[in-house]
C-alpha cells in the first residue's frame, strides 16, 4: 500500500485544474490506488455550506476579511472531517484547491492580508501538502472558461479580468516562495499534454517517498515507459522502467 500523500491542485478560475484533480484521481484508483479526491471550499457539509455563501452573490458580497475568515472555517471543517481521517487511513487525498488560494486571493489580490492568512493557517490548520501543482494559463482563455460554465458559482470570475492577471501573478510568486512542493504546469496546452505532466510529477510524489527497496536487475534494460519522469530519475538504464528507479533512489 501506498504511504499517505496529499496532493493539491491550485490556478486562477477557469484553469481547468478541476479537471486534471478528476483524471489523476481516476488514474490512481485504476492503478490501485485508494484516493479520496475533494475540494475547497467544500469537501464535508459544513464546508460545503460555507462554500454556497462563498461563490455565490455579488462580488461586494463580503469583504476580503470576512471571506478569510468564512474560508478558514471551511477549510478547517474539512480538514477534521475529511483529509485528516483519509491520511490517517493511508490514503491519497487530492484536493482541488487548499490554503495556497487563501494565500493568492484574500492575501494578495482581494486585501493585503496576507499576514494574517498566514496567522489564522498556523492556529488554525497547520498543514501544507505534499505537493502542489499550480495550472497556469492565459487569464484571459481562463476567464472565458470560467464565465462560458455558467455554473452560478462565478463570484470571483465577476471581479473581471485585471482580477484574474494579479491571482495568475500571485500563484507564481507562491510558486516560487514554496519551490520544494510547487511545480507550475503550462495549461495553454491541451489536456492530455497537461495530464502527461501531471501524472508525471504526481506519480514521483506517491512513489519517491516510499519505503521499498527492490532488488537490482539482473541485466540492464533501458526503460521505455514514462518517459515525462526520466529528469527525476536522472537516466538509470539499471532497472527495467522509471518507477523502479525513482523507488530506488537512484
Same mark, same amino acid.
Given at each position: 500500500?501506498?504511504?499517505?500523500?496529499?496532493?493539491?491542485?491550485?490556478?486562477?478560475?477557469?484553469?481547468?485544474?478541476?479537471?486534471q484533480a478528476k483524471r489523476l484521481a #481516476?488514474?490512481?484508483?485504476?492503478? $490501485? +490506488?485508494?484516493? !479520496?479526491?475533494?475540494?475547497?471550499?467544500?469537501?464535508?457539509?459544513?464546508?460545503?455550506?460555507?462554500?454556497?455563501?462563498?461563490?455565490?452573490?455579488?462580488?461586494?458580497?463580503?469583504?476580503? @476579511?470576512?471571506?478569510?475568515?468564512?474560508?478558514?472555517?471551511?477549510?478547517?471543517?474539512? /480538514?477534521?472531517?475529511?483529509?485528516?481521517?483519509? /491520511?490517517?487511513?493511508?490514503?491519497?487525498?487530492?484536493?482541488?484547491?487548499?490554503?495556497?488560494?487563501t494565500r493568492v486571493y484574500q492575501g494578495?489580490?482581494? $486585501?493585503?492580508?496576507?499576514?494574517?492568512?498566514?496567522? /489564522?493557517?498556523?492556529?488554525?490548520? $497547520?498543514? @501544507?501538502?505534499d505537493l502542489t501543482l499550480i495550472i497556469?494559463?492565459?487569464?484571459?482563455? #481562463?476567464?472565458?472558461?470560467?464565465?462560458?460554465?455558467?455554473?452560478?458559482?462565478?463570484?470571483?470570475?465577476?471581479?473581471?479580468?485585471?482580477?484574474? +492577471?494579479?491571482?495568475?501573478?500571485?500563484?507564481?510568486?507562491?510558486?516560487?516562495?514554496?519551490? +520544494?512542493?510547487?511545480?507550475?504546469?503550462?495549461?495553454?496546452?491541451?489536456?492530455? #499534454?497537461?495530464?502527461?505532466?501531471?501524472?508525471?510529477?504526481?506519480?514521483?510524489?506517491?512513489?519517491?517517498?516510499? +519505503?521499498? !527497496? /527492490?532488488?537490482?536487475?539482473?541485466?540492464? !534494460?533501458?526503460?521505455?515507459?514514462?518517459?515525462?519522469?526520466?529528469?527525476?530519475?536522472?537516466?538509470?538504464?539499471?532497472?527495467?522502467? !522509471?518507477?523502479?528507479?525513482?523507488?530506488?533512489?537512484?
Amino acid at each position: 500500500m501506498t504511504d499517505a500523500k496529499f496532493l493539491s491542485f491550485e490556478g486562477i478560475d477557469g484553469c481547468g485544474k478541476s479537471t486534471q484533480a478528476k483524471r489523476l484521481a #481516476a488514474h490512481l484508483t485504476v492503478a $490501485g +490506488q485508494t484516493v !479520496v479526491l475533494t475540494r475547497e471550499p467544500g469537501g464535508s457539509p459544513g464546508a460545503e455550506a460555507i462554500r454556497r455563501l462563498l461563490l455565490t452573490g455579488a462580488t461586494d458580497k463580503w469583504s476580503a @476579511e470576512t471571506e478569510l475568515l468564512l474560508f478558514t472555517a471551511a477549510r478547517r471543517d474539512h /480538514l477534521e472531517r475529511t483529509i485528516t481521517p483519509a /491520511l490517517s487511513a493511508g490514503k491519497i487525498v487530492i484536493c482541488d484547491r487548499f490554503a495556497d488560494s487563501t494565500r493568492v486571493y484574500q492575501g494578495g489580490t482581494r $486585501g493585503d492580508l496576507r499576514g494574517k492568512v498566514d496567522q /489564522l493557517h498556523t492556529a488554525m490548520i $497547520g498543514r @501544507e501538502p505534499d505537493l502542489t501543482l499550480i495550472i497556469d494559463v492565459d487569464p484571459e482563455v #481562463a476567464l472565458a472558461r470560467g464565465l462560458a460554465r455558467n455554473s452560478g458559482e462565478d463570484r470571483f470570475e465577476d471581479f473581471g479580468l485585471p482580477f484574474q +492577471q494579479k491571482l495568475r501573478a500571485g500563484f507564481l510568486a507562491l510558486a516560487a516562495q514554496y519551490p +520544494q512542493r510547487c511545480r507550475i504546469i503550462d495549461g495553454n496546452r491541451s489536456p492530455e #499534454a497537461i495530464f502527461t505532466d501531471v501524472l508525471a510529477m504526481a506519480t514521483s510524489c506517491v512513489i519517491c517517498r516510499r +519505503q521499498i !527497496v /527492490l532488488p537490482a536487475c539482473p541485466t540492464p !534494460v533501458k526503460p521505455s515507459i514514462y518517459s515525462a519522469m526520466m529528469p527525476l530519475a536522472r537516466r538509470c538504464w539499471r532497472h527495467s522502467t !522509471v518507477t523502479e528507479c525513482i523507488m530506488l533512489g537512484c
